[in-house]
């Protein structure tokens, strides 16, 4: 009876005509793009939705209540992105998830998997963008190895130190689970293989949040180091030469070649996703003139190295 009348309260204040579960949860026009201000009714919701959502949750079983719990989650994150505390807003968002029918199929998956990328920009509150990628790691719900890659993007993500405990339990939670998925099948001929490996985020199509620093993702500088070892092969060298590099962990890398005004060498460097090991990049100067050079290897962690090299 408590929970009828709580429910009751909090309908009257805030679910606008038509219900937030009415949402077309597949016809977002532009959640990444932010609304410069927010109507009362807009405002009142954001205030008092996680309760009445956290309410449907307790619904055990309920698959309608899991899914009014889910689009209005969605609702919720696409308009109330100001808001003080993501922990608590992607926690029920996660958790909405449950039984709700949305997120069944695999092509359900990736299309909200695909919808929490697009909005981890949305909002500049602290730690929002790390709890949106977590939420990432849980659309992957049938393979455990992918959501540890996330996680232990995360956990080495220098914007994320402080949640990193609880992506690191998080992490290990999802470890004991593939085990225990592991031994409990080990007798069964069509058992799961146990693969202790992590699938680098390029493997998982997940390149972007590689390159997010530079798309407004900043680092304090702390954190694993990326760039274990830089060096040139040949030095000074004619017209070519080759960087040698060792990186700690993936990332995304440029090296880029000035010369010693600060301009820009043409054709002469690289950008991409460099996985964990040694490998050697190529440096075309054959049509620049003799001289001094600097090569710049930066990641998208603001990790830099500078190396001087000349062009005999």
């Known amino acids: 009876m408590k929970t009828v009348l709580l429910i009751a309260v909090l309908l009257a204040g805030i679910v606008p005509a038509g219900g937030f579960a009415q949402i077309d949860h597949g016809t977002d026009s532009n959640p990444s793009e932010k609304r410069s201000s927010q109507s009362i009714q807009t405002m009142d919701s954001c205030s008092n939705i996680l309760p009445l959502v ?4 307790e619904q055990e079983e309920d698959t309608t209540a899991f899914n009014r ?6 609702w919720y994150l696409t308009h109330c992105y100001d808001r003080p505390d993501p922990a608590r807003a992607f926690g029920d968002f996660n958790q909405s998830f449950g039984t709700s029918t949305r997120m069944n199929t695999l092509e ?3 299309a909200i998997r695909q919808w929490l990328i697009s909005i981890r920009f949305l909002s500049n509150v602290e730690d929002w963008y790390c709890r949106c990628i977590a939420a990432v790691a849980g659309t992957y719900n049938n393979d455990l190895r992918a959501s540890r890659a996330i996680l232990l993007f995360l956990i080495n993500n220098p914007r994320c130190s402080q949640s990193s405990a609880e992506f690191m339990f998080d992490y290990n939670s999802a470890t004991q689970s593939q ?3 592991w031994a409990d099948t080990v007798n069964d001929p069509n058992h799961a293989v146990w693969d202790s490996t992590v699938p680098s985020l390029h493997d998982l199509g997940l390149d972007s949040l590689l ?5 407004g993702v900043h680092s304090d500088g702390t954190g694993a180091q990326i760039i274990l070892n830089a060096r040139v092969t040949e030095n000074p060298f ?9 990186i700690g962990r993936e990332a995304y890398v440029r090296i880029e070649v000035f010369d010693l005004v600060g301009r820009a060498v043409e054709n002469a460097g690289y950008a991409g996703v460099f996985e ?6 190529p440096l075309d100067l054959s049509n620049a003139a003799p001289g001094a050079y600097y090569v710049r290897i930066s990641t998208a962690n603001n990790e830099t190295r500078t190396i001087k ?3 005999e």
Not at 54 to 57: A, G, L, S
Not at 69 to 74: G, H, I, L, Q, V
Not at 211 to 215: F, K
Not at 238 to 246: A, F, H, I, Q, R
């Open 54 to 57: 956290e309410v449907w949750e």
């Open 108 to 110: 359900q998956r990736v």
């Open 69 to 74: 719990s889910f689009d209005t989650m969605r």
């Open 238 to 246: 004619p017209g070519s030469t080759s960087v040698s590099l060792s």
């Open 276 to 281: 964990t090991g040694s490998r050697e990049i």
């Open 309 to 311: 090299i000349t062009k």
């Open 211 to 215: 390159m997010d620093a530079s798309a």
């Open 179 to 181: 085990k225990a998925t």
